[in-house]
């Protein structure tokens, strides 16, 4: 098991040096940030003064050296566009993410998993078939689509709900609903395939020729064992949600990490972007990395095939 | 002659001195009784229309468009300025000035009792060290030209030239071009720096900050010192990126005041009986073709930019992007600003566009790299995209956000490699040189080495040196006249700046929340009252 961990560890810290090692060089291919940081009309000395107050005019890997450095050391560097701490800005808009990202969560799971379960256990019914629906829109409907249409139905004509912004619960429910809608789709097939994989099972079969009633033998013996990879992918769906809603923050005027990132690229600020995609990186190996554990603790054939 | 002209010229300035210095004191009386006006109260909320740059909370770093003076003019305050139909001599902290007869100084009268946020006296001393340490747009034009500011005694400072400075008012009063005359406090400056400026600004203005989130929220509330009453309590600038989100926001009342709805959302506001549309119509929109005068560019051959003018529907472009409520007109510059040309309307005609095309080598048309679209107007660039196709010219668009745009622009020729058109617009008070100083000379500030033509820089220089008014009047209309004759620029239209107003907001009219001739935006923010 100690062997697995060091392994699996070592593994997951090559990730992150090959993604801040990508992140570094790919944010350096969109152009110049020194047009964008030095003064209007500044003259070449300028910018050259600019590139050196930056540290932008030393060699790639001094630069990529002292990147790694503030990473090791809880830094994440200046924004060059807010000349603020891109730890001060991630920190002040991740309560917000994660306020989104929890209820989106919330609202895929509430969809997701009962449509899922459903879904498997009347297969091919009416339910599998409204289920299988919920499915293809889910994936197939763009998020921000589905948030301008909710604004116009809930906010506009309705009256219900505020367009935009943060603010009370009512802020959070539609950005949530376009946010989790698409993770409610994909949690839907997976737990709809998990389960029916579960359900063919032979301790299944046993259970039911025991004679258990069929919602023990649902949500109680079948169930449990299908929410293992549902778990796994919840997780997973949620560092994106709070990393990467780009579009639907930018839609509901959210204040959260996805619209910093969609400024930080525009704006073409090297430490934000570098900065947000190490944080949404880092959390998604440290993630990924205790559920391989917790895998192999659980089921010792893992650590030992693996 | 010269001297004659100079004489005249100096008259001029002379009379224009003595209206600025008369309605500086009609404004201090108008105004003087402030504390006998009802207090401020309410709360608006502007839907601003792109990202919120922190930059534009700080005067000292203007970058030359129409952007910063929106929010300059909430919370800072410059000498002079642009203010509802005066051009650039509002007296505001100055209660008067005076321009030498010889355009080689000017002395500003500081208005009593003007403060910053913090309390702290408006002195000659801040006027003097936010003018020197200013960095900003046209900052390198202001620094060659001055020789010194003095600062007379505790209400007075005067600012000497090297040479007859006689665009100086028009630069320091026009808030969307150059930041210099707007005061910062400069004790506090020094002690917190730029960065720290930019975090906690104090100014001089009408409303104060509250708190800032970076890139998503401003509130100001009334600053009860300010020397003119203020209408509204609180106001607040949130940047909504998305027009539908904006429009929806005025809907539901969520948003008194939104900028730019852009064309497919206007019918929607206009149905709507309690909302408001307002169409300012402001900045001009032209194409321009960066590095044409290279001999390997399609863009070298004059036909090919003449087929190019034939070949845009301007009528098509005004209709679908402002409900036709822009004006489509000749001129690249707007006519409202001094020596501001009018010109006829441009033909719309394929077939002599395709003719004058073969004739230049390229019957089937050619590849232009990217067409790229002042920011956030992206619709706009595709019909362009889209109406060059008919000459079979086949480009692509490129989307930029506004800042990465303009500082783009500002890199030069180095910025934009390959065949390129922009699809530029501007709206610069003042004059008309400020528009082809920034946007055409060669080294502008928006133009670098896009473009020079030494012919046309030669005259600029001439005009720029002569001080007689009839002689720059001329070579202002030859140059423009040039530009557009040999299509160096292709006007498309003068657009409405379509901006929208919420039922809470007091106004019989339109015009009485967007009063300020210069701009698209609705200062005078104090002026600002609710129902």
């Known amino acids: ?192 395939s998990s389960m029916l994989e579960v359900l063919r099972s032979e301790y299944i079969k046993l259970a039911r020729l025991k004679g258990l009633p069929a919602f023990v033998v649902i949500a109680v013996h079948a169930f449990k064992n ?6 796994t992918l919840a997780g997973i769906n949620l560092v994106i949600m709070l990393n990467a809603a780009v579009i639907i923050e930018v839609i509901f005027a959210w204040p959260g990490i996805g619209r910093l990132l969609y400024e930080g690229i525009f704006q073409r600020d090297f430490p934000l972007v570098q900065g947000i995609v190490m944080e949404a990186g880092v959390m998604i190996v440290v993630i990924n990395l205790m559920v391989d554990i917790l895998y192999a603790y659980i089921d010792p054939r893992i650590r030992l095939t693996r | 002659m010269q001297r004659d002209g100079s004489h005249s010229s100096r008259m001029a300035l002379g009379r224009r001195s003595v209206l600025a210095a008369g309605a500086g004191t009609l404004t201090s009386l108008q105004w003087g009784t402030s504390t006998a006006h009802a207090a401020p109260a309410g709360k608006v909320t502007l839907a601003w229309h792109t990202n919120i740059a922190a930059r534009w909370l700080d005067p000292q770093q203007h970058d030359g468009t129409a952007s910063p003076d929106n929010f300059l003019m909430a919370m800072h305050d410059g000498l002079i300025k642009n203010f509802r139909d005066k051009l650039y001599d509002h007296t505001a902290l100055a209660e008067r000035f005076e321009f030498a007869e010889d355009a080689k100084s000017a002395t500003f009268w500081l208005r009593s009792g003007a403060k910053f946020h913090d ?100 509130e100001f509330e009334a600053f009860s010192d300010y020397y003119r009453p203020v209408g509204i309590r609180q106001l607040t600038m949130m940047s909504i990126p998305e027009a539908a989100t904006r429009v929806a926001m005025l809907e539901r009342g969520e948003a008194d005041i939104i900028y730019f709805v852009p064309g497919e959302l206007i019918d929607r506001v206009k149905n709507n009986s309690k909302l408001r549309l307002a169409p300012v119509v402001s900045g001009n929109w032209w194409l321009e073709f960066p590095g044409f005068q290279n001999p390997s560019s399609p863009f070298h051959d004059k036909r090919v930019r003449q087929a190019i003018s034939l070949a845009i529907n301007r009528d098509a472009i005004n209709d679908a992007e402002c409900g ?13 600003v001094e020596y501001g040309m009018e010109w006829p309307k441009w033909p719309y005609d394929l077939n002599k566009a395709r003719q004058l095309m073969a004739e230049a080598g390229h019957p089937s048309g050619f590849n232009v790299d990217w067409v790229t679209p002042t920011p ?156």
């Open chain 2, 376 to 531: 956030n107007y992206y619709s706009r660039g595709e019909r362009i995209v889209s109406q060059l196709q008919a000459i079979g010219i086949k480009s692509k668009l490129q989307v930029m956000e506004r800042g990465v745009f303009l500082k783009r622009l500002q890199g030069g020729l180095k910025e934009w490699p390959g065949v390129q058109i922009i699809f530029a617009a501007t709206r610069i008070g003042g004059t008309w040189s400020n528009w082809y100083d920034t946007h055409f000379k060669c080294g502008g500030f928006n133009a670098k080495d896009f473009f020079c033509v030494k012919q046309l820089d030669d005259m600029f220089t001439k005009y720029q040196a002569s001080y007689d008014r009839s002689e720059r009047k001329r070579l202002a209309e030859q140059i423009q006249r040039t530009m557009l004759e040999e299509y160096y620029f292709v006007p498309v239209f003068r657009h409405a700046f379509v901006n929208a107003i919420g039922p809470r907001i007091a106004a019989s009219k339109w015009q009485d929340v967007f009063p300020t001739i210069t701009t698209g935006y609705c200062y005078p923010w104090e002026d600002i009252r609710l129902v």
């Open chain 2, 119 to 218: 309390g702290s006296p408006v002195t000659p001393a801040d006027v003097q060290w936010s003018y020197e340490h200013y960095h900003g747009a046209w900052g390198e034009v202001l620094r060659e030209q001055t020789q010194s500011v003095e600062v007379v005694d505790d209400k007075t400072v005067r600012f000497h030239f090297k040479d007859p400075f006689l665009d100086f008012p028009i630069l320091f009063g026009t808030a969307n071009v150059c930041g210099a005359g707007w005061v910062v406090p400069a004790k506090y400056y020094r002690e917190v720096g730029q960065s720290g400026f930019l975090r906690k600004p104090i100014g001089a203005g009408p409303y104060r900050l509250v708190s800032h989130e970076p890139g998503v929220k401003i």
């Open chain 1, 226 to 231: 299908a929410l293992i990879p549902v778990l």
């Open chain 2, 324 to 336: 036709g409520m822009g004006v489509v007109d000749g001129n690249w510059i707007n006519n409202d």
């Open chain 1, 1 to 192: 098991m100690g062997q697995f961990i060091i392994r699996r560890t070592l593994y997951a810290i090559a990730t992150l040096f090959i993604l801040s090692l990508t992140i570094f060089l790919v944010v350096r291919l969109t152009g110049d940030p020194v047009m964008l940081l030095a003064e209007p009309g500044a003259q070449e000395e300028d910018l050259e003064l600019v590139r050196k107050e930056w540290g932008l005019d030393r060699p790639l890997p001094v630069q990529y050296a002292a990147f790694v450095k503030n990473i090791l050391t809880g830094e994440l560097g200046q924004s060059f566009n807010y000349e603020m701490p891109v730890s001060t800005l991630y920190f002040q808009r991740l309560p917000n993410s994660l306020e989104l990202a929890l209820a989106a969560t919330l609202i895929s799971f509430l969809i997701g998993i009962p449509t899922g379960i459903i879904s498997a256990v009347r297969v091919n019914s009416v339910w599998d078939h409204v289920g299988k629906t919920i499915a293809l829109l889910g994936l197939s409907v763009p998020g921000f689509w589905l948030g301008l249409v909710m604004i116009l139905v809930f906010s506009v004509w309705l009256g219900w709900l505020p367009t935009s912004g943060q603010g009370g619960w009512r802020n959070l429910v539609m950005p949530s609903v376009a946010l989790g809608w698409y993770f409610a789709a994909s949690l839907l097939r997976l737990t709809r």
